[in-house]
């Protein structure tokens, strides 16, 4: 039965093939828009998660202060700040896995090879940071020699790539902090060409790194760390750790504010799923418009084949019947935009993600949830069939005496 | 078969009132041809619709196959046409994006028939009408004749209890007519179906057992005359 309505109805758009072609653009136009901004959106969103989930939900990043963490940016997060954590405050909780400390401070360089001195900022990190934590530095990715040691206060350095040139040094040159003299183990690898991926310290180039001890021996004080690092143990209550670490501080006098993964990941996607949904409410107007460009082509039809209808009431059509024609007839002009909609939608997110893909360093591809793509589809057929309401009812209605008449 | 009791319709053309049928009584027998002639705007069309079920009458009574249909409601009305009627009109009226085939098929869809059994029953009268070679065409592919043909096979294809045509030869030269009108008498003859054929054609007349004479929404002298003068 249901068929046969179909059969009917698709001779009735095939026998007007521009107009039925032009309405069913119009919806091919909102579908390609929508699929094109939500596999993409998804997309960026599955990718930073990616990277979210490759520095692991179970680490607990621990900075000094009662910071407001809304702005970001951690990285240089002590620099603006004088006070700093004790690292080793946490080294005895017993939900914590491992931590690590980094301390950073600017510090007076210079080299032989450069003219005057500089001010650079120096990082200090200690073991577990490169052992546990090294995505937090893109790997720390030595590229020319090795990284440095921590036995004692070794006066060894690895500088990032930009600082090595600034300073015209390479791997095994000698670099002076603050008046005294350093060996450059290592240089890492230029960022760009590293793995990809963000790091929290910032700007990894210009970065000159020493072992934690060394840096305490520079700067004075006994653990002090500008962020402490923890990692916690598989399947434990992130967040209730992190209230543990900061109650830690709080009874060693300083104040702590820490960050899990999670908090920053549920953040991030907090800010791409309003873009997203943003986006995607601009696309639904011009679906929108599709859908009306689907009424106005199916008032043109009923117009059109009064006579038609008038034929079929006389030959025992329902009215019910006719409603079901026509609806089925609009909501076809819809499936069938959804369905082209959705397949050049997919066509220009994956040729929009090689372009993403290539300008961010963030391996990128767009996500097509099975959900996207059967609502899509699913979704221009309601349209369809609901732009279709008002022009379906004109047409069961008309008196098949008049219908006849109709010239 | 049909039965109707002083019938009034009225009905509005642009402006205008017009008095369609002004307290009319016919009665059509069982296995009758009646032809219903009169002069156009004698409210012919406007009877024929009112006995084929399209419409109801303001006043009056109209019986139908036993049954009082004058308050019949549009879906019943539907029902009984898609059962009991066939419709054949002057202008063939034939949906033009659908084959002789499935033009004669459409009846059946509406009641539910599956294609298969659909097709057949087609194919069968399209057959019998002569245009068993004609059944993908569609209908600008065939000759007014044809079509019409087509539509009067259209109109046997549910089976109905009577054929109703209005003008069937108007739109045709008068040799064309003539096998039109021989097509609709054979139905009649043969197979004892009752019809009745609207027309202003005297010659169309002719066939029929009846003629009733229509003039100003009454039959002429308020009384069906008997006998098949034209």
């Known amino acids: ?407 | 078969m049909v039965e109707l009791k002083d019938v009034a319709k009225q009905y509005q053309m642009g402006e205008t009132e017009v008095q369609a049928l002004r307290g009319l009584d016919l009665t059509v027998s069982r296995g009758e041809f009646v032809a219903i002639v009169g002069p156009s705007g004698s409210g012919k069309s406007t009877l024929m619709h009112i006995i084929g079920a399209l419409d109801i009458p303001d006043q009056g009574q109209v019986v139908l196959d036993e049954r009082d249909i004058s308050a019949y409601e549009e879906n019943e009305l539907a029902e009984l046409r898609g059962n009991k009627v066939g419709f054949v009109f002057q202008t063939f009226n034939l949906i033009h994006t659908l084959s002789s085939l499935d033009n004669v098929a459409l009846p059946l869809t509406f009641q539910g028939v599956n294609r298969e059994e659909r097709e057949d029953r087609a194919a069968e009268l399209l057959e019998m009408v002569g245009l068993g070679d004609r059944l993908r065409h569609k209908p600008a592919e065939l000759s007014g004749g044809e079509q019409q043909r087509v539509s009067i096979a259209r109109a046997l294809v549910n089976d109905p209890e009577i054929l109703l045509a209005d003008e069937p030869t108007g739109n045709l030269d008068s040799e064309t007519g003539r096998e039109i009108m021989e097509l609709i008498a054979g139905l009649n003859s043969d197979r004892g179906m009752t019809i009745v054929v609207v027309t202003h054609n005297p010659r169309d007349a002719e066939y029929a057992e009846r003629t009733v004479k229509m003039f100003d929404g009454r039959i002429e002298n308020g009384k069906e005359e008997i006998g098949g003068e034209s």
């Open chain 1, 1 to 407: 039965m249901l068929l046969d309505y179909l059969g009917l109805s698709w001779h009735s758009i095939r026998n007007r093939k521009l107009r039925s072609w032009l309405t069913i653009l119009g919806v091919v136009i909102g579908v390609t828009a929508i699929v094109t901004l939500i596999s993409i959106g998804q997309g960026i969103q599955d990718s930073i998660t990616g990277e979210f989930e490759k520095l692991g939900y179970n680490t607990i990043t621990v900075l000094p202060g009662n910071l407001d963490t809304e702005r970001g940016g951690f990285g240089n997060a002590s620099s603006g700040t004088d006070t700093y954590l004790d690292s080793t405050v946490i080294k005895n909780l017993e939900e914590i896995k491992v931590s690590g400390a980094t301390r950073t401070e600017t510090g007076l360089i210079n080299s032989d090879q450069l003219d005057g001195q500089a001010f650079l900022r120096v990082t200090g990190m200690s073991e577990e940071v490169l052992s546990n934590f090294d995505d937090y530095f893109s790997g720390f990715p030595v590229e020319a020699g090795e990284r440095f040691s921590f036995t004692g206060a070794p006066l060894e350095v690895v500088l990032g790539s930009g600082a090595a040139k600034d300073l015209g040094v390479s791997a095994g040159g000698t670099v002076r902090i603050e008046g005294k003299e350093f060996t450059v183990t290592g240089v890492l690898k230029p960022e760009d060409q590293g793995d990809g991926g963000f790091n929290f310290y910032g700007d990894l180039d210009s970065g000159i790194f020493v072992p934690l001890a060394t840096m305490n021996d520079l700067y004075g004080g006994e653990n002090r760390a500008s962020i402490v690092l923890a990692e916690v143990y598989e399947d434990s209550d992130v967040s209730s750790v992190a209230e543990s670490v900061e109650n830690a501080y709080t009874a060693n006098d300083t104040a702590s504010t820490t960050i899990t993964t999670e908090d920053i990941s549920n953040r991030v996607n907090n800010v791409l799923g309003t873009i997203q949904i943003a986006l995607a409410g601009i696309a639904a107007i011009s679906l929108l418009v599709g859908g009306i460009g689907v009424m106005n082509t199916m008032y043109t039809a009923v117009l059109e084949r009064t006579r038609e209808i008038g034929v079929m009431k006389a030959v025992g059509a329902k009215n019910g019947q006719i409603l079901s024609l026509f609806l089925i007839e609009s909501g076809l002009l819809g499936l069938v935009g959804g369905a082209l909609g959705t397949l050049v939608g997919i066509g220009i997110s994956l040729l929009a993600g090689r372009f993403i893909d290539q300008a961010l360093s963030v391996p990128f591809a767009p996500s097509f949830q099975p959900g996207l793509i059967i609502g899509a589809i699913a979704f221009s057929f309601v349209l369809g069939s609901i732009s279709g309401v008002l022009p379906a009812r004109q047409a069961s209605r008309l008196q098949p005496v008049e219908a006849l008449r109709y010239e």
